[in-house]
């Protein structure tokens, strides 16, 4: 699996353009129905706003909605789409919702406005890659404790906890297919008397 990058959790930026307020609120999700909730959530929170302006990519068959809600075409819901695009995120929603100033913006300065919310929204997001990945955890006698923590610096292993009882076990985070290095390693470490756990391979940040 190649990686890709997405956004942790939710973000919320905002924009005034002649008097209109344009709020973008990003929201990580994998499916069209979080998709959709998260964009009835704005709307209930926005009832009294002109438009709330919506685009999404959704890994999950490669789907792809935007809509203008109102807003004359191609100025809104393709520009808040191509914004994504062009950031490169993927299961992603961005809501764009206007609150209108009473001064008409035209088209280019609406297809403007909603491209720089929707970059403000981004901004403010935490980006993530997403990697196949597998947790390796490896039990050790203490004496070996600190070869072992080199060894999987060595191999691009992350070490997410370390538990001390009458020996040591590491959990390590480790990109799926990089493991075998390690393995090799604790081999020769161990003298074959390792004990390594190796789990199924998912899809996390790395």
Do not use: W
Not at 42 to 67: K, T
Not at 86 to 94: E, F, K, P, Q, S
Request: proline letters at 2%; aromatic letters at 6%.
């Amino acid at each position: 699996m190649q990686s890709y990058t997405t956004i942790r959790g939710t973000a919320v930026a905002e924009i005034v353009e002649k008097k209109s307020r344009f709020i973008a609120s990003v929201s990580h999700v994998e499916t069209e129905e979080e998709a959709v909730a998260f964009l009835e959530r704005v709307r209930a929170e926005n009832r009294m706003a002109r438009h709330n302006v919506y685009a999404y990519i959704l890994r999950a068959d490669g789907r792809i909605r935007y809509s203008d809600d109102g807003e004359p075409q191609k100025t809104a819901g393709m520009p808040t789409l191509e914004a994504i695009q062009h950031a490169g995120l993927t299961d992603v929603i961005v809501v764009v919702t206007r609150y209108f100033g009473g001064i008409l913006l035209g088209t280019g300065g609406l297809v403007r406005a909603y491209t720089q919310a929707t970059q403000a929204g981004l901004a403010a997001a935490e980006k993530v890659t997403v990697s196949r990945c597998v947790d390796v955890t490896v039990h050790v006698e203490y004496a070996l404790y600190e070869r072992t923590l080199r060894c999987a610096e060595e191999c691009g292993a992350k070490v997410a906890d370390s538990v001390f009882t009458d020996e040591v076990t590491l959990s390590l985070l480790m990109l799926d297919g990089t493991q075998e290095e390690l393995l090799k390693k604790m081999t020769e470490l161990c003298r074959g008397k390792e004990r390594i756990e190796v789990s199924s391979p998912y899809d996390a940040p790395f």
